[in-house]
């Protein structure tokens, strides 16, 4: 198990194998699929720092990809579902997300909630460039600040 490992980090630690497999596991965290991609982010950073920047770059890229994928798939749902809204708690918050437009797809990052957001932003007919270019922005940050909280904690501890 042990050498499996290494060869998984050792194939890792290539920048042109590290930054498709960071593209692809973000891409695929972004979808309704449970997986996360940080420790992909966090481990290729921790392998070749000089790639810092390209693994942000390209984990946001996947990530925000995903997120339109996700886009797409609330989109072609709306289509071919009923349109009942109860008032209940999921309209409200259907309500509220029409009410706040693509800018709540800043929150496409979000643990949980942030990939049925821009579902839900496609089930409403948001504007698509909009909420991509929103999704964008949130998932950028949110890999900046990750990256900084976890290497900064990382010096503090060191």
């Not at 920048?15 to 692809?24: D, H, I, N, R």
């Not at 009923?82 to 709540?104: C, T, V």
């Not at 932003?121 to 900046?144: D, E, H, N, Q, S």
Request: charged content about 10%.
């Amino acid at each position: 198990m042990e050498a499996h490992l290494h060869t998984l980090l050792d194939l890792l630690s290539l920048p042109e194998y590290g930054l498709a497999t960071v593209f692809v596991v973000s891409f695929i965290s972004a979808t309704l699929l449970p997986l996360g991609s940080e420790p992909a982010v966090l481990g290729l950073i921790q392998l070749n720092p000089a790639e810092y920047w390209p693994v942000i770059l390209m984990a946001t890229a996947g990530n925000t990809l995903g997120g339109a994928l996700d886009w797409w798939m609330g989109y072609g749902a709306s289509k071919v579902a009923r349109h009942d809204q109860p008032e209940s708690a999921n309209g409200r918050a259907l309500a509220w997300l029409q009410r706040l437009g693509p800018k709540a797809c800043l929150l496409g990052w979000l643990p949980v909630v942030g990939d049925p957001l821009c579902t839900l932003a496609g089930w409403l007919r948001l504007p698509f460039w909009p909420c991509v270019t929103y999704m964008l922005i949130g998932k950028f940050l949110r890999y900046v600040v990750m990256t900084g909280a976890f290497f900064g904690g990382l010096k503090l501890i060191a």
